[in-house]
C-alpha cells in the first residue's frame, strides 16, 4: 500500500501539484480578455465585479456559493483575481478539484448569469472540460482567450432607452409586455441579423432564456434600457431602428425620439478601420416632448365636398381617416383644423380626403409633397401651412414646368441617404435642373426591372404604387433607373431582361405626355450582403441597356462610368446604396444629360459634328451599317441621329426628328450641325421646334398649340392652332431663360430655350 501511493506523490511533488488532504489538486481557471475590458467589462456601468463561474461536482471557493466570483473582494470573500496587463484583463480563479473530468464554464452576473455575451465574443457552445489526473496534472480546457475577433470585427452594442415611465415603448393596449422591444437592420446590419436570427430580420433586444435571439432588459430608476450587442465588420456603415413587436412590428414613436433618425426612418454608425465607432447606436425616448400646434387648410371651392366631410390623414395620426375632421366656419370654401404635434427632425406626412376613407384622397404632385403626400415641419414653434387646392400644391389646379418622373430602386428611392426628402438623387437634381422643371422620386427599394416571382416584385408592381402614379404625373421625361437588383445571382438569366424593358418603355412611348425617355445604368457594386453582382452589372445589364439604346432609340445616362472610380468606404458605403455625396454625383450627371444640347439634324451638309460614335434611324428603326457621321437619305420618311458623347462612357443622346421627302433631285446627305444651338437655314421639311434670338420656328406643326413659360413657371405666351411651318415671335419677351411646351397631334415637345 505505502509503496502504491508512493510513486504519484512523487510525482505529484516534483511537478509541483501537491493534493491537499482531501485528495484535491489545485486549478487555476482563467478568462483572458485581449479586448481591454470591452467584452467582460460591462460597458453599461464599467463593472469589473461581473464575471464568475460555474464548476461542476460541487467545486467551489465560496461553498455554499455555486458561482464563484472571478474577481478579488475581500470584504465578501471573493477570492478570485483581476488582473490588468498591458494588451489584456484576466479574470481567474483557483479551485480546488479532485482527480477526474470536470466541467466549468465563466458567466456574466450582470447580464443574468449568460455566457460571455455569445453575440461578441462567441467562444464555443456548453461548458468547458478539463481533466485532472492522479499525478495532478491538469489536460483540457482551463482557460478562456477572448481576442478581437478575426476579420477585423468590432463590439458595438444598440440601445433603446425609455426614460417615459413606459408610457411610449412598453405597449400602453395594456399587456405591459417588455419583451417587446425588438431591432430592425438595414443593409449590412440586415444580413447580420439575418444569419444570428435564423433568418429572421428582427432581433429581440430582451432578455429571455426561452426564445432566439437574447438581448438584454436593464432596469433602473429613470429608464428602461433594452439592448443587444453584435458583432460586425470594420470599414463598414450601418443601419438599425428598434421596433414594438406588439403593435405589429411598427416604429417606435418617433416623435418621443430625443434625436431622430433620417428620412428613412434608420439611424446610422460606422465603424472604421481602426474599429472606432461613429454615429448614433443609441436612441433615447425622453419623459416629455415639446409639443406645438400644426394647422392645415385645403381649399375645397370647386369641389364638391363629399357628405362625409373634409378629413385629413397622415404620421400624425396613425393614418386614420376618420378621426381628424376640417371644417369651414366662415363658409369661404376653405377648410382648416389645428392639431398638437410633437417637435420632430422629420416631416410629417399627410393627405387630405374628400371623405372619410381611402379611395377618396387626393394623389399630389409638387415641390410641397413628396411620393403624393404633402409634407410639414414642425420643429421648433407653432406652423400654419399655406391654403393649397385639394389635389394640388399651389392655389391653382395646374403643375408648372417640365415634370421629370425618376424610376428606379433602392438608390432612386434613398436607401443610403441621409434624409430622403432633401438627398435622394430625383430631389438633388432639382438643384441642377433649376426652376421650370419638377421632378417627382417614384423609386422602390429592391424593384426589379423584370418581371420576376420575387416576394419584391417587379417595379411595375402597384404594391408600391408608384407605378400607377407614373400615369397620373402625366411626366414630360422619364429617368429609368433600374437594373442593379436585376443583377443578383439567382435573378439575371432567369428571364429576358431586353424583353421586359422593351415592354416597360413601349408603355411609357404610350402615354398622353409621349414623354422623352432615358434608360440610366447602374452604379458601381461593391462586395455586399445583397447578393447584387457587379461582374452581371457590368458583363450582363449595362451591354443589355446599350443594346435597347442602340434597338429602340432611346438615350443613355451612363452612371456606371461617373462612378467606377469611387470607393466603397467613402462613396457607397454598404457596396450598393449611394450616400448623400455620390447620390449628389449622380443627380448632376443625370441633369447634365438631359439638358444637353441635342444634335440637330441638317440636310445638304456639307459637314458634321465630332461626336464619339454615331447611329442613324428612319422612323425610329436602327439603319443598318450607319455608324458615322453623315447619311446619304434615299427614302422619304423621318429620319433621327444618336450619338455617343465621349469615348469614356456610354451616354447617348439623340436628336430631334428631320422628316425628307424623296424627290427626283436625287439622295439627301444628312449630317448634324456644327453649332451649339439650333439653325434656321433648313431645307428640307423638319418636324420640331427650333429657338432663335427672337423666335421660336415650329416646323410641320399640325393643328399644335404652343405655350412658353418662364423658369418659375409663369405662363407669358400662348399661340394655338399652328400648322405647316411657323414662326413665333419673342421679341416682347425679356432676355432669360424659358421653358416651351408644343402639343399637337403626334404628342408634346418641349424645349428650353435662352432668349
Not at 454615429?279 to 425616448?285: A, I, R
Not at 457587379?534 to 446599350?546: E, K, Q
Amino acid at each position: 500500500m505505502k509503496t502504491r501511493y508512493f510513486l504519484p506523490a512523487l510525482i505529484a511533488l516534483l511537478s509541483g501539484q501537491i493534493a491537499l488532504a482531501d485528495g484535491t489538486f489545485p486549478v487555476t481557471l482563467k478568462v483572458i480578455d485581449k479586448t481591454g475590458g470591452e467584452i467582460t467589462n460591462n460597458v453599461n456601468d464599467n463593472n469589473e465585479t461581473n464575471v464568475y463561474c460555474w464548476i461542476s461536482d460541487g467545486i467551489s471557493t465560496e461553498s455554499p456559493d455555486w458561482w464563484d466570483a472571478m474577481y478579488n473582494d475581500a470584504t465578501y470573500g471573493k477570492t478570485g483575481e483581476l488582473i490588468k496587463t498591458d494588451d489584456s484583463w484576466i479574470w481567474q480563479i483557483t479551485v480546488q478539484a479532485p482527480v477526474g473530468t470536470h466541467e466549468w464554464n465563466p458567466s456574466m452576473k450582470t447580464l443574468g448569469w449568460k455566457e460571455i455575451n455569445k453575440n461578441v465574443a462567441y467562444f464555443g457552445e456548453g461548458n468547458r472540460i478539463f481533466t485532472v489526473a492522479e499525478d495532478g496534472s491538469v489536460s483540457g480546457d482551463t482557460e478562456v482567450v477572448l481576442n478581437r475577433p478575426s476579420g477585423n470585427k468590432t463590439s458595438v452594442k444598440l440601445a433603446f432607452v425609455d426614460q417615459s415611465a413606459e408610457k411610449k415603448s412598453n405597449n400602453p393596449g395594456g399587456t405591459e409586455d417588455r419583451k417587446n422591444i425588438v431591432v430592425e437592420g438595414n443593409g449590412n446590419l440586415w444580413q447580420v441579423i439575418n444569419a444570428e436570427s435564423g433568418g429572421n430580420w428582427l432581433y429581440g433586444m430582451y432578455t429571455d432564456e426561452t426564445t432566439f435571439p437574447l438581448g438584454n432588459l436593464v432596469e433602473t430608476d429613470n429608464e428602461l434600457r433594452w439592448e443587444v450587442t453584435f458583432q460586425l465588420d470594420d470599414n463598414t456603415v450601418y443601419a438599425w431602428r428598434p421596433r414594438i413587436q406588439s403593435w405589429g412590428c411598427a416604429i417606435i414613436n418617433e416623435g418621443f425620439y430625443t434625436y431622430q433618425p433620417g428620412g428613412d426612418g434608420f439611424i446610422y454608425f460606422s465603424i472604421d478601420e481602426e474599429g472606432n465607432i461613429t454615429g448614433e447606436t443609441e436612441l433615447v425616448m425622453a419623459s416629455e416632448k415639446t409639443n406645438y400646434n400644426l394647422t392645415l387648410n385645403v381649399d375645397m371651392n370647386g369641389t364638391t365636398v363629399d357628405a362625409a366631410g373634409v378629413h385629413v390623414a397622415g404620421s400624425f395620426n396613425s393614418w386614420n381617416t376618420t378621426t381628424t375632421e376640417l371644417t369651414d366656419a366662415d363658409g369661404d370654401g376653405v377648410y382648416s383644423v389645428t392639431i398638437s404635434v410633437p417637435a420632430s427632425n422629420e416631416p410629417y406626412q399627410y393627405k387630405f380626403l374628400n371623405g372619410n376613407a381611402w379611395g377618396k384622397e387626393e394623389i399630389v404632385f409638387g415641390e410641397c409633397a413628396y411620393r403624393t403626400n404633402r409634407i410639414a415641419y414642425v420643429t421648433d414653434g407653432d406652423v400654419t401651412m399655406p391654403v393649397s387646392v385639394f389635389g394640388y400644391c399651389g392655389t391653382t389646379p395646374e403643375l408648372k414646368g417640365i415634370r421629370v418622373a425618376c424610376i428606379g430602386d433602392s438608390n432612386t428611392e434613398g436607401a443610403g441617404a441621409s434624409d430622403v426628402f432633401t438627398q435622394s438623387w430625383p430631389i438633388q437634381m432639382r438643384d441642377f435642373l433649376g426652376e421650370g422643371y419638377y421632378t417627382e422620386n417614384l423609386g422602390v427599394s429592391g424593384a426589379t426591372l423584370m418581371k420576376l416571382p420575387d416576394p419584391w416584385g417587379a417595379w411595375t408592381n402597384d404594391v408600391s404604387e408608384c407605378y400607377s402614379h407614373t400615369k397620373l404625373f402625366n411626366p414630360d421625361v422619364i429617368l429609368i433607373a433600374l437594373g442593379t437588383n436585376d443583377s443578383k445571382t439567382g435573378y439575371w438569366g432567369t428571364r429576358d431582361f431586353q424583353a421586359d424593358y422593351t415592354e416597360l418603355i413601349e408603355e411609357f412611348r404610350n402615354y398622353p405626355s409621349q414623354p422623352e425617355i432615358y434608360m440610366i445604368t447602374p452604379i458601381k457594386a461593391f462586395e455586399n450582403g445583397y447578393g447584387i453582382s457587379d461582374d452581371n452589372i457590368r458583363n450582363g445589364v449595362i451591354p443589355a441597356i446599350n443594346e435597347l439604346s442602340k434597338n429602340l432609340m432611346v438615350p443613355v445616362i451612363d452612371w456606371y462610368a461617373e462612378t467606377a472610380s469611387l470607393t466603397q468606404a467613402n462613396d457607397i458605403p454598404d457596396g450598393v446604396h449611394a450616400n448623400d455625396a455620390t447620390l449628389r454625383i449622380m443627380a448632376e450627371k443625370a441633369a447634365e444629360i438631359m439638358l444637353m444640347t441635342k444634335p440637330v439634324v441638317i440636310a445638304n451638309a456639307s459637314s458634321s459634328a465630332e461626336y464619339a460614335g454615331y447611329r442613324w434611324y428612319l422612323n425610329g428603326a436602327y439603319i443598318e451599317n450607319s455608324d458615322r457621321s453623315t447619311y446619304t437619305a434615299t427614302e422619304s420618311g423621318t429620319y433621327h441621329v444618336a450619338v455617343k458623347i465621349d469615348a469614356a462612357s456610354d451616354d447617348v443622346i439623340v436628336s430631334e426628328g428631320i422628316r425628307i421627302t424623296a424627290s427626283e433631285s436625287g439622295p439627301v446627305t444628312l449630317g448634324i450641325n456644327n453649332a451649339t444651338g439650333m439653325v434656321e437655314n433648313v431645307s428640307a421639311k423638319t418636324v420640331g421646334i427650333a429657338a432663335f434670338e427672337n423666335h421660336l420656328k415650329i416646323y410641320d406643326a399640325d393643328n399644335a398649340a404652343v405655350r412658353i413659360y418662364t423658369v418659375a413657371g409663369v405662363e407669358v405666351k400662348a399661340v394655338s392652332h399652328l400648322n405647316g411651318s411657323v414662326s413665333i415671335d419673342l421679341s416682347e419677351l425679356p432676355n432669360g431663360i424659358y421653358v416651351c411646351r408644343l402639343n399637337e397631334a403626334n404628342g408634346t415637345r418641349t424645349l428650353k430655350f435662352a432668349k
